[in-house]
C-alpha cells in the first residue's frame, strides 16, 4: 500500500476490504443491513442506546493500518431520527504522530489536544421542512439528535487541511475508521480529487471538469439516485469541510450555503511537500523547545443575516453578537457564481442611535410590514450596523443608520423613586419610562440601556456598580443585568408577577432580591443567583416566598448576602435565605405597630469600638418617625419624629425637633458615615447628625422628595421629587444642582424654536414648558387649571400660542412671561394649533370641528373667521389635524367627516378640494379614513395623507388625483408625519416605532425603523434646520438627523468600476476656509461598509499636495505661523452638528470671522480612526499607587524570573534583529528582552502602563518604548541600552499614546507620531535624546519611517494621506519641512494604515480596504495600486524585492515586486502590461490573529511575526512553515496554579482555555479549550507523579472538567452547579473535589466517579471567593477529621470544615464574620479572602472589606484574633509561602507587596500594568507567580 498509484482516481473502502465477510472489518452490537427505499440499494444499518457499543471498525485489527493516501475522505451516511452518533478516523502526520479526528452531533463544542480533534457535527434537514426553517432562523444546524427529517449525506473531509490548520502538522495517510451508532452508511472513499456529488458525468463533461484538473463528479458507485427531473439538492445534502470558498478554520461540521446551481469547483490548492525547517543557530535552539498547539480562533459564519424578529435584547453598544458584512471579496477563479462575503464584527463602526434596519428579502423589492427584517441594537456611543448584502446595483437608503438618539428629556414614568449614584460619584442613572439613562452630572452627557418593553420600576447597582440591575412594570415584569461600564445587557429573567417594585443587588453582585405582586395580588419576594452573571451564565432563582405582608422596599445587607430587611405598611421584617428557603421576622414594634413605613436603610460604618455583629438599620414613616434598630437583637433602640417647623413669627421659621405633635412624612432616608438624610413630603431635603439633634442643610423642593440617596463619598446627595425632577446638593459647597426636569403623564404635542434653540411641549400633567435644546434644562413652566392640548411657536418672534381642553387659546410672550391674547370661542379641546410659514396668520381647530383664522402679524392676535363643522369631529387627530403649505397658500385638514381630506384658501379658509380617501382604493372590504395630513415643503403639490389601512397617500392639491401610495407603513396605525424641508425624506410614526422614508420611494429599502418610546409617539418632525428630529410621546427623545445635504440615495456598490486602469486626474489644493450650510460645519455622514474597489495596477497621478514647515523647538514664532495645518475646504468632510449655533456678541464687528472659526475647530474633540493599526490602549480602570517604592536594588525579596505571554493590544511591539540575535517585545510595562539559544530572559522595567510601540537601532544596542498618555497626560518614551540592561534617558511629549517610534538608517534620529489625540510627528537626536522639531500633522498618523536610502527623507501616512518629510539641518537645527499628498480617488475614503521604503526611491503605502500603493519619493507621485488583501492591511515590511503584507483577515502575503524597480512616472496614461510591471503574489500563510508586528532578515526567508492573540510566530518562507515561539492569552487570566511537584503550572482564563505549561523552560506543554464558556479557577490533583497528575477547571457554566496531563484528554466532566464555578481544590487525599459557585453552594464531588456526594449550603446567596483543603488532625480542634478545609464568601464569612471523606464526615468547625461598613464604591467591593498559616493551620489569614484595610490572623483554638497587618489598599489576592513567613498581596493599584509577617516590614512592586488577579506562590516557596489581566510574571523568592 505504499504506492499512491492503485488508489487514483479514489478507493471505495468496503470494496477494498471486502466488508461483507468481516475478515479485515469488525463490526460489534446492532450492525445490519437493509434496503433504503431512497437509494434503491442496500446499506448498512448502526443502531444501539450506546454509540460506542455499536460499530463497524476497518480495519480489523487496531494495530494495522488501511495505508490510504488520498486528501479527501468522503462519507455516505445518514444519520438516524433522534440519535447521536460517532465518527472516528485515525490518521497519521508525516512525523509518525498518529491523530485521531472525531466528529458526532453529541459533541457540543470543539476540542483538541496534540493527538486529538473533535468537531461538534450540526445537522441539516430536509428542504421546507419546519426544522430547516428554525435552523435557518437560528443561522445554523442542529446541535444534538438529528432531526426526523435528516437526508442521506455526502460528508467531504479535507484531512491535509485539517492537520495543517489545526495542529501544524503534514497529513500522510488514513490508518482506520470507526463508525458507531447511530447511523445508516452507504459507502466511504478517498481520493486526492475534489468532487462534487451534485454533477452528474454529462453535466461534468459539459462543464469541462476532468480528473486533470483535480476535479470531476462522484463515481457512479458512490453516487445518490436522482429522478429524472429531480434536483440533488433537493434531495441530499453535501457536506464539505472546510467549507467552500472560505480561507478560515471552523469549529463544526455542517451544512454550508450552496445553492443547486453552485455545480462548479476550484482547483484543490495542494499544499507543497513539508520538508526540513532551515533555521539560523540561535533560533534552531529554541525552536527544539517548542510544542506548540494551534488554537484556532472562533469563527464567523460565512453567510448573510437573515433577522426576521426583534431580538429581545438591549444596551450600549459592545455586543459581540452582532455583525455586519463588510463586502470583502472572496477568491475562487474558476467558480461560476459569487461566494457570501465573510462577516467581521463591527466594533470600528461609529454610528449612533438606537436602530433597528429593515430589509427585504432577496429578490423582493415590495415593502411589507410583514417581511420587515428589523434589528434592535441600543445607541450611544456607537450603534451596531447590521448591513445585508444586496443585488449588484441595488440602492438602499443611506446612511445607514440615518439616525443616532442623542438626548432625553425625561424622568421616571413608573416611579420617581429610582435613582442611583455611579461608584466614582461623576454619573447618576436614572430611568426614563422603558429607558435607563446614564448622565454625567458635569457635562449631562448620556447613555442609554435600551432593552424593556414597558415602564421600568426599579434600579440596582451592585457595591461596585459594574452590574446594573433594572425591572419593568406590567403584566409582564421583566427583569434585566446590565454590563454598567459595557452597556450590554448580561441576562434577562421573567417570573411570574407583575408590578415590580423593588430591587436590591447583594453588595458582591450575586444576588438580587425583588419585590412584586403575585397572580392573586399577594406580595411575592424572589431572590435570584447572579453570581455568573458577568461571565454569560443565566439568572436563576434562589428563593421565592409569597406573603400577605406589605412591602414598600426592600434591601439586601451589605455585610451579609443571604440577609435582607424589608419595610411597608405596619412592619418592618428581617429575611434570610437559607438552605433554599426565604424566611423572614418581624421587628416588635410594640406601640408603632400601625406605621406606615417607607424606607430603611443600614448605617454605611460602625465604629471600631462596637462588636462585630452590632448593626444599626434605619426606617422611616410617612408619619415622620424614623426608628434605629439593633440588627442584631431586632430591637428598637430609638425612635425619633420629625415635626412640621413652629411659625414663631410671620417670615421666620424655627428649626425642626422631634417632639410630639403631628409628623411630616418622610418617604426616603439615607445614610453615610457622617450625616443621615432625609427626603420628606413637605419637599424638603434634610441632612442630620446621626443623633438628629439638629439639622445641618435643608433644600426645598417644589414637590415631595420621594428618593435621597448620599454619594459614595458623602459630599453629593441625589434628590428627586414626585413632580418628576431630580438634582443634588453639594454639601461641601451648599450649591443645588438641577439635572433633570420632566414631564410626569404623556406629553401631547411640541413646536421648536430654531432661532433660539428652544422646544416647547404640552403635556397632560396640565403643564406647558419651555426647554433648552443644549443643555436639557426647563426654561418655562406654565401651569393652567385647563389641561393643554396644542402648542405652536411663532416662525420668527419669541411667540407661543397654547390651545387647552376647555377650548381656550392663549398666546404667550415668552421673553416677558406674560399673555398677550385669550380667545375662547372653541367649543372643545383645541386639537390643533399652527402659524403660516410667514408668521401673519394663526389657525386653531377644536375637538368638534370648528376651525378658527387669527391675525398673527397683530399683538392680540384677532380672530379673523371660525368656520364650524370644518373639520372632523373627535381628538384622536390631534395634534396634526391641521397643515400649511410652506408658500403660506394653502391650508389642509381632515374633514367634514373622517373620509374626506378638505384643502382650503389659507386667508379665506375658502374651500379649494375636496378628497374622498375612501373611495381610492375599490378593492378594499372596509372604508378608509385620513388621520394624518402633511404638506410636502419642496413640492407645494403634494400632500400626503396617512389613512387607517396603514397607507400614506401622495395627493394632488392641484387635481385631488392619487400620485402615488405606500401600504403597510406600520405595523400599527400612522400617528404623525413630516416631510423634510427639501422633500428628500419622509418621517412616520406609528405607534412606538418611528420611521425615515426615502421620499421617493425609489430605493429597494426605502426606510429605516427607530424604536425606544415605551408608548404611543403623540408627534415626530424635523427640527428647523434639518438637522434634528424629535419624537414626543412618554418622553422627549431628541435624534440627531445624520442625513448628508447631498444625494443620499447611492448605489451600495462602488462606484470605481473593476479592473481599470486610468490616471487619475490633478486635483487643485483646497482654498479657503471651511463652507458649511446653515452657517456651520457639517461632517460627512458616515457610510455603511460596501465591497472595497478592487483596482488593477494602475498608473496613477498626483492627487494633491500640501507643504507644511516647522521651525526648530523653541521658537515660538515661527512655529505658530508656519506649522498651522490648512482646515479643509469641502463642506462634505465635516460632520453635521445637531442644530444651528447662534451666538451673540456685545460688539460683532470688534470679532474676526477667521479668528472664530479656528477656535471653533480647535475645541472640537478628535475622533478616533476607522482602522486596527491605530493602537488603542486596554480599557483598564486601575491607577499606579504613587505613594508606592520599589526596593532598592540587590535588597529585593523577590525577583522577577519570566515574564509569560505577549502584548497583542499593541502595535509594533516587537523588534528582532537577525544578525546581531536580539529578540524583545512587550507584555503590559515591561519590555521582555528574550534569549532565542537558551530561553532566558532579561527584564526592561521602567513603564507603568501599556507598552503600545518599539524600535531599535541597526546596530541592535538600544531600544526604544513607549507607553501612557492616558486621559491627555503626556506618555513616557524610554531609551534602552541593550548592553546592560539600564534605562539611559527618558522623554515625554505627545499628549496620548504614542503611535509609532523608528530610528534613521544612520541611527542619529529617531522619530515618534501620536495618536489622533496629538497628531504630532517628532523628531529627536539619539545623541542627546534632545527634541529636536515636531510638526502637527492634519490629521491622524498611523505609522511613519526613515528611508533607508537617503539619511534626511521620512515618510508618513495617517488618515489625510502620505506626508513625505525632508530634514534641513542648520547648524544645531533641525527644520522639518513636510508635504502631504492626498489618497488618489480612485480607492474612495480610505485610510492609509501602513508604508515601507523601497531602495529605489519607491514607497508602499497601505490602506484600511487592503490596497497597496506604490509612489515615487522624488516627484511624490503614487504610481500605481493593487488590492493585496480583502481587509485592512496593518503591517507593510519591504526587503529586496520582497514585500510582506499582514491585514486583520489573518493572512500574512509575501509578494514578489522586482518588476517596479526603475519604474517611473508617465506623462501618458498607461497600463500595467505596457510598461511591464507586474506584482506576483508569491506565497501566503494564514496566523491566528490579526498581524501587528513584523521583523525579517534581509533576503525576507525568515522572521518572527506578532498577532493580536499575544502569539509571536517563527516564519520560514523557504518550507512556508510557522512555529509559535511565544505564547500567552489573549483575555484575562483568571488563575495561576503550581502543581505538586513544581514540575508544571496551569492557568485558565476568560476565554475558556486551560493551558499547562512545563518549568522552568515556561513552554506550553498542552492547551484544553472550551468555547463559549470562561474558565474561572483550576486546581492541580495532590499527586506528584505525572501519569497520575490532573487539573480539575471550573467554568462559567456550572461545569468542572478533569483533564488527564498524561494522556492530554478530558477524563471527566462534572455538572454539580448551575451557576460559574468560583472555586475548586482538591482534598488533601485527592479523592474529593470541592468546587463553589457565585451562587454560595458548595459541593463535594467524588474525584473517582465524579458523584456529587454532598452539598454544603451554608454560603448559599453569597460567592465563594476562596477555597482552601490542608491535612491536618482536628482532634485538638474538638472534631474528628485527618483534613481541614475553609470557603470565604463574598459577605465576608469564612467557614472553617474539618473532614475525613474516607468516613463521609465533614463537620462545621468554626464560622467567621467580619464587619464592614456600607460600601459605597463604583467598582466591585474588595474580595474576601482566607488561607490557613502553612506552618499552622490552626491560624486563618483573612482579607476583606472592613472598617480598616488589614490583614487578619484568626486563631482556631482561640477563637480570636491574634494580630493584624495593615494594608494601604484593599486585596485583591494574597497567598502565604511555606518556606519563609512572607506573603504576597496584590492590589487593584498595580502594586505587588511583598510582606515579612513576623516584622511587618515589606516591599512594593511595580511591574504590573493593570490589577494583580492572582498570586501564588510555588508549594516548595522558592517561586511566585503573580497575574494581572493577561500579564503573568514569574518571581523567585530570595527573601528579606
Known amino acids: 500500500m505504499a504506492s499512491k498509484g492503485w488508489q487514483h482516481p479514489y478507493v471505495n473502502i468496503f470494496k477494498h476490504v471486502k466488508v461483507e465477510d468481516w475478515r479485515r472489518s469488525a463490526r460489534e452490537g446492532d450492525v445490519s443491513t437493509y434496503k433504503d427505499k431512497r437509494l434503491k440499494c442496500s446499506v448498512f444499518r448502526i443502531r444501539g442506546p450506546v454509540p460506542a457499543n455499536s460499530y463497524i471498525r476497518v480495519p480489523k485489527g487496531s494495530g494495522q493500518s488501511l495505508g490510504l493516501l488520498g486528501r479527501y475522505f468522503y462519507l455516505l451516511f445518514r444519520p438516524a431520527p433522534g440519535k447521536h452518533f460517532v465518527v472516528q478516523l485515525d490518521v497519521s502526520a508525516e512525523d509518525g504522530q498518529v491523530v485521531r479526528i472525531s466528529f458526532s452531533n453529541m459533541f457540543k463544542e470543539f476540542k483538541f489536544t496534540a493527538t486529538s480533534l473533535q468537531f461538534p457535527f450540526l445537522c441539516g434537514s430536509a428542504k421546507d421542512s419546519v426544522y430547516e426553517n428554525t435552523a435557518r432562523s437560528a443561522r445554523r444546524g442542529f446541535v444534538g439528535p438529528a432531526p426526523t427529517s435528516v437526508r442521506w449525506t455526502c460528508l467531504m473531509l479535507d484531512l491535509q487541511y485539517i492537520l495543517s490548520v489545526y495542529l501544524n502538522r503534514c497529513y500522510s495517510q488514513l490508518r482506520s475508521i470507526k463508525l458507531c451508532a447511530n447511523m445508516a452508511v452507504k459507502n466511504m472513499f478517498t481520493s486526492d480529487l475534489l468532487l462534487n456529488p451534485g454533477v452528474s458525468f454529462s453535466e461534468a463533461k459539459m462543464m469541462g471538469l476532468a480528473s486533470s484538473q483535480g476535479t470531476g463528479p462522484i463515481p457512479r458507485d458512490m453516487s445518490y439516485p436522482v429522478p ?33 446551481e453552485d455545480n462548479c469547483v476550484s482547483n484543490p490548492r495542494i499544499r507543497e511537500e513539508c520538508s526540513g525547517v532551515s ?215 421573567r417570573i411570574h408577577a407583575h408590578s415590580l417594585s423593588s430591587l436590591s443587588f447583594s453588595y458582591g453582585g450575586g444576588i438580587l432580591c425583588g419585590v412584586g405582586k403575585d397572580g392573586h395580588n399577594k406580595t411575592m419576594v424572589v431572590v435570584w443567583n ?151 413630603e413637605d419637599g424638603f431635603l434634610r441632612l442630620w447628625p446621626h443623633d438628629f439633634s439638629t439639622v445641618f442643610l435643608e433644600a426645598e423642593h417644589e414637590g415631595p422628595v420621594s428618593l435621597v440617596s448620599v454619594s459614595p463619598d458623602g459630599l453629593q446627595v441625589l434628590a428627586a421629587t414626585s413632580t418628576g425632577s431630580l438634582g443634588f446638593l453639594d454639601v461641601s459647597s451648599r450649591g443645588y444642582n438641577t439635572l433633570m426636569r420632566s414631564h410626569t403623564d404623556t406629553v401631547l404635542g411640541f413646536s421648536v424654536d430654531g432661532i433660539r434653540r428652544q422646544l416647547t411641549t404640552a403635556s397632560s400633567d396640565g403643564t406647558v414648558r419651555i426647554w433648552n435644546m443644549d443643555s436639557l434644562q426647563q426654561l418655562y413652566d406654565f401651569v393652567s387649571e385647563d389641561g393643554p392640548c396644542s402648542v405652536a411657536f411663532h416662525p420668527r418672534e419669541q411667540l407661543l400660542s397654547c390651545g387647552f381642553s376647555s377650548g381656550i387659546v392663549r398666546v404667550l410672550d415668552v421673553s416677558s412671561a406674560k399673555m398677550l391674547a385669550e380667545h375662547k370661542h372653541h367649543r372643545g379641546d383645541v386639537v390643533a394649533l399652527a402659524f403660516s410659514p410667514d408668521g401673519e396668520l394663526m389657525y386653531s381647530a377644536d375637538s368638534q370641528g370648528s376651525l378658527a383664522l387669527y391675525n398673527a402679524s397683530e399683538e392680540n392676535h384677532n380672530l379673523i373667521r371660525v368656520v364650524c363643522n370644518a373639520l372632523a369631529r373627535g381628538t384622536e387627530r390631534a395634534p396634526d389635524a391641521l397643515t ?350 528574550e534569549y532565542l539559544h537558551t530561553g532566558s530572559q532579561r527584564h526592561l522595567q521602567g513603564h507603568s502602563g501599556e507598552i503600545s510601540c518599539l524600535a531599535v537601532t541597526n546596530d541592535a544596542k538600544i531600544v526604544a518604548s513607549a507607553a501612557g498618555g492616558r486621559n491627555g497626560c503626556r506618555s513616557l518614551i524610554c531609551i534602552w541600552d541593550i548592553q546592560n540592561g539600564t534605562c539611559r534617558k527618558t522623554v515625554s511629549h505627545h499628549r496620548g499614546a504614542v503611535q509609532s517610534l523608528a530610528f534613521s538608517r544612520d541611527d542619529r534620529f529617531f522619530l515618534s507620531a501620536g495618536d489622533f489625540s496629538d497628531p504630532e510627528v517628532a523628531l529627536w537626536s539619539t545623541k542627546t535624546f534632545k527634541l529636536l522639531s515636531s510638526v502637527r500633522m492634519s490629521g491622524p498618523i498611523h505609522d511613519a519611517a526613515f528611508s533607508p536610502s537617503t539619511a534626511s527623507q521620512l515618510g508618513c501616512v495617517g488618515s489625510h494621506g502620505v506626508y513625505f518629510c525632508l530634514m534641513h539641518t542648520h547648524g544645531l537645527d533641525v527644520d522639518l519641512q513636510v508635504e502631504q499628498v492626498k489618497t488618489p480617488v480612485e480607492l474612495g475614503d480610505v485610510e492609509l494604515t501602513a508604508l515601507c521604503y523601497h531602495m529605489d526611491s519607491l514607497l508602499f503605502t497601505a490602506t484600511n480596504r487592503g490596497h497597496v500603493g506604490v509612489w515615487d519619493v522624488n516627484t511624490r507621485r503614487c504610481l500605481m495600486t493593487w488590492e493585496a488583501d480583502e481587509g485592512e492591511i496593518g503591517v507593510l515590511l519591504c526587503r529586496g524585492n520582497r514585500l510582506l503584507t499582514g491585514s486583520n483577515t489573518r493572512w500574512l502575503r509575501l509578494w514578489e515586486v522586482d518588476a517596479l524597480r526603475g519604474m517611473k512616472p508617465q506623462e501618458n496614461n498607461c497600463h500595467v502590461e505596457d510598461s511591464g510591471a507586474t506584482v506576483v503574489l508569491g506565497q501566503e500563510m494564514m496566523l491566528d490573529g490579526t498581524t501587528i508586528s513584523a521583523a525579517f532578515d534581509n533576503a525576507m526567508d525568515m522572521g518572527i511575526v506578532g498577532t493580536t492573540a499575544g502569539t509571536l510566530w517563527y516564519i520560514n518562507w523557504s518550507d512556508n512553515s510557522s512555529i509559535r515561539l511565544v505564547s500567552g492569552h489573549k483575555t484575562e487570566v483568571n488563575d495561576v496554579v503550581f502543581s505538586a511537584d513544581e514540575g508544571h503550572f496551569a492557568t485558565c482564563s476568560e476565554d475558556g482555555s486551560v493551558r499547562v505549561w512545563s518549568v522552568p523552560s515556561n513552554e506550553l506543554v498542552v492547551q484544553f479549550q472550551v468555547l463559549s464558556r470562561a474558565c474561572g479557577c483550576v486546581c492541580w490533583s495532590p499527586s506528584s507523579s505525572r501519569e497520575s497528575a490532573r487539573v480539575a477547571a471550573g467554568y462559567s457554566d456550572g461545569t468542572l472538567r478533569i483533564f488527564r496531563l498524561s494522556s492530554s484528554e478530558m477524563e471527566m466532566k462534572l455538572h454539580p452547579h448551575q451557576v460559574a464555578v468560583t472555586a475548586v481544590q482538591y482534598s488533601a487525599a485527592g479523592d474529593v473535589i470541592l468546587s463553589a459557585g457565585k451562587s454560595g453552594l458548595i459541593a463535594v464531588s467524588s474525584a473517582v466517579n465524579g458523584e456529587t456526594m454532598r452539598i454544603i449550603k451554608d454560603h448559599k446567596g453569597a460567592a465563594i471567593t476562596s477555597m482552601q483543603c490542608v491535612k491536618e488532625q482536628c482532634q485538638s480542634l474538638g472534631l474528628e477529621g485527618n483534613e481541614m478545609w475553609l470557603a470565604a464568601s463574598a459577605d465576608r464569612r469564612v467557614s472553617v470544615w474539618a473532614a475525613d471523606w474516607s468516613k463521609d464526615k465533614c463537620d462545621l468547625l468554626d464560622w467567621l464574620t467580619f464587619p464592614a461598613p456600607a460600601y459605597f464604591g463604583d467598582d466591585s467591593p474588595p474580595l474576601s479572602l482566607a488561607a490557613f498559616w502553612p506552618a499552622d493551620p490552626g491560624l486563618v489569614v483573612y482579607t476583606g472589606y472592613g472598617v480598616e484595610k488589614e490583614l487578619c490572623f484568626y486563631s482556631l483554638a482561640r477563637k480570636q484574633i491574634m494580630k493584624k497587618i495593615d494594608l494601604p489598599d484593599w486585596a485583591t489576592c494574597f497567598s502565604l509561602s511555606r518556606k519563609s513567613p512572607l506573603i504576597a498581596v496584590g492590589s487593584k493599584a498595580r502594586v505587588l507587596k511583598v510582606i515579612e509577617s513576623t516584622s511587618g516590614r515589606f516591599q512594593d512592586f511595580l511591574q504590573h500594568s493593570d490589577s494583580l488577579r492572582t498570586c501564588h506562590f510555588s508549594p516548595s516557596g522558592t517561586l511566585l507567580f503573580t497575574a494581572a489581566f493577561n500579564e503573568i510574571l514569574l518571581w523567585e523568592v530570595l527573601g528579606f
Open 884 to 1233: 400649511v403649505s410652506s408658500d403660506s397658500r394653502c391650508l389642509a385638514f381632515i374633514g367634514p367627516s373622517e373620509h374626506v381630506v378638505t384643502i382650503a384658501d389659507s386667508r379665506s379658509l375658502d374651500e379649494l378640494l375636496h378628497v374622498d380617501v375612501s373611495i381610492l382604493d375599490v378593492h378594499s372590504p372596509c372604508l378608509d379614513s385620513a388621520l394624518r395630513v402633511c404638506f410636502s415643503p419642496a413640492s407645494t403639490e403634494h400632500l400626503l395623507v396617512a389613512t387607517s389601512a396603514n397607507k400614506i397617500l401622495w395627493v394632488s392639491t392641484k387635481t385631488g388625483r392619487l400620485l402615488r401610495e405606500a401600504s403597510k407603513v406600520h405595523k400599527h396605525q400612522c400617528s404623525s408625519l413630516a416631510v423634510s424641508e427639501d422633500s428628500r425624506f419622509l418621517l412616520t410614526a406609528g405607534h412606538n416605532a418611528l420611521k425615515v422614508w426615502d421620499y421617493d420611494m425609489q430605493a429597494d429599502i426605502s426606510s429605516q425603523m427607530f424604536i425606544g418610546h415605551s408608548q404611543p409617539i403623540s408627534q415626530v418632525s424635523f427640527t428647523p434646520d434639518q438637522l434634528g428630529v424629535v419624537s414626543v410621546g412618554d418622553a422627549i427623545f431628541l435624534w440627531d438627523f445624520l442625513a448628508h445635504p447631498a444625494d443620499s440615495l447611492t448605489d451600495s456598490r462602488s462606484s470605481l468600476r473593476l479592473g481599470s486602469i486610468s490616471a487619475l486626474k490633478s486635483v487643485q489644493p483646497d482654498v479657503g476656509g471651511v463652507q458649511s450650510s446653515n452657517g456651520m460645519p457639517r461632517l460627512t455622514a458616515p457610510l455603511p461598509s460596501s465591497p472595497p474597489p478592487r483596482l488593477d495596477i494602475g498608473t496613477l497621478g498626483r492627487v494633491d499636495q500640501r507643504t507644511l514647515r516647522s521651525s526648530p523647538v523653541g521658537d515660538d514664532t515661527s512655529t505658530t505661523r508656519t506649522a498651522s495645518v490648512p482646515r479643509s475646504g469641502s463642506s462634505s468632510e465635516l460632520r453635521p452638528a445637531s442644530f444651528l449655533q447662534v451666538t451673540e456678541l456685545v460688539n460683532p464687528l470688534s470679532v474676526n470671522a477667521g479668528h472664530t472659526d479656528a477656535v471653533e475647530l480647535k475645541g472640537k474633540k478628535p475622533a478616533r480612526p476607522d482602522c486596527y493599526r491605530h493602537f488603542v490602549p486596554r480599557f483598564n480602570t486601575s491607577t499606579l499607587d504613587q505613594a508606592a517604592v520599589a526596593p532598592q536594588p540587590g535588597e529585593e525579596a523577590i525577583k522577577l524570573k519570566a515574564v509569560i505571554g505577549y502584548n497583542g493590544n499593541g502595535r509594533g511591539n516587537m523588534v528582532w534583529s537577525a544578525d546581531q540575535g536580539l529578540f524583545a517585545y512587550s507584555c503590559g510595562c515591561v519590555v521582555v528582552v
Open 279 to 493: 533555521l539560523s543557530k540561535p533560533v534552531k535552539d529554541r525552536v527544539s523547545l517548542i510544542q506548540q498547539i494551534t488554537s484556532p480562533n472562533s469563527l464567523l459564519w460565512n453567510r448573510t443575516p437573515r433577522v426576521t424578529d426583534i431580538p429581545d435584547l438591549g444596551g450600549v453598544l459592545n455586543d459581540d453578537r452582532l455583525f455586519h458584512n463588510d463586502g470583502q471579496h472572496q477568491k475562487e477563479p474558476t467558480c461560476c457564481s459569487s461566494q457570501p462575503s465573510p462577516i467581521r464584527p463591527p466594533w470600528d463602526t461609529d454610528y449612533g442611535g438606537v436602530h433597528v434596519h429593515i430589509h427585504a428579502e432577496d429578490g423582493f423589492s415590495k415593502h411589507e410590514e410583514g417581511s420587515e427584517e428589523e434589528f434592535v441594537c441600543a445607541p450611544v456611543p456607537h450603534a451596531v450596523h447590521l448591513s445585508l448584502s444586496k443585488e449588484p446595483g441595488q440602492k438602499k437608503l443611506l446612511p445607514d443608520p440615518i439616525l443616532g438618539l442623542s438626548r432625553i428629556i425625561g424622568f421616571g414614568g413608573a416611579t420617581t423613586k429610582c435613582a442611583l449614584w455611579s461608584r466614582s460619584g461623576d454619573a447618576v442613572v436614572y430611568p426614563c419610562h422603558a429607558i435607563i439613562v446614564s448622565m454625567k452630572i458635569s457635562s449631562n452627557q448620556q447613555r442609554f440601556f435600551i432593552g424593556h418593553t414597558d415602564k421600568v420600576s426599579a434600579l440596582a447597582f451592585n457595591g461596585n456598580t459594574t452590574l446594573l440591575a433594572s425591572a419593568q412594570t406590567g403584566n409582564h415584569s421583566v427583569v434585566r443585568v446590565w454590563n454598567y461600564h459595557g452597556g450590554n445587557c448580561l441576562a434577562m429573567c
Open 228 to 260: 429524472d427531473g429531480g434536483s440533488w439538492h433537493d434531495l441530499y445534502d453535501h457536506i464539505r469541510f472546510p467549507s467552500k470558498g472560505t480561507k478560515l478554520p471552523f469549529h463544526s461540521i455542517q451544512k454550508g450555503h450552496l445553492q443547486p
Open 530 to 680: 447572579t453570581s455568573n452573571v458577568g461571565k454569560g451564565g443565566q439568572v436563576t432563582v434562589l428563593a421565592k416566598a409569597h406573603t400577605d405582608v406589605d412591602i414598600i422596599t426592600m434591601k439586601v445587607a451589605f455585610f451579609d448576602e443571604t440577609r435582607m430587611v424589608s419595610c411597608g405598611r405596619e412592619n418592618i421584617r428581617l429575611w434570610r435565605v437559607r438552605n433554599g428557603a426565604l424566611r423572614s421576622c418581624p421587628v416588635n414594634l410594640g406601640e408603632y405597630h400601625s406605621l406606615d413605613f417607607t424606607d430603611v436603610t443600614f448605617e454605611e460604618g460602625n465604629p471600631s469600638n462596637q462588636h462585630v455583629e452590632e448593626r444599626t438599620l434605619f426606617a422611616s414613616s410617612r408619619s415622620g418617625f424614623i426608628f434605629e434598630i439593633d440588627y442584631s437583637r431586632v430591637v428598637i433602640r430609638n425612635v425619633r419624629r420629625l415635626l412640621p417647623a413652629q411659625q414663631q413669627h410671620a417670615n421666620r421659621r424655627e428649626k425642626l425637633t422631634f417632639n410630639t405633635g403631628p409628623g411630616i412624612a418622610i418617604n426616603s432616608i439615607s445614610v453615610s458615615s457622617s450625616f443621615c438624610f432625609t427626603g420628606s
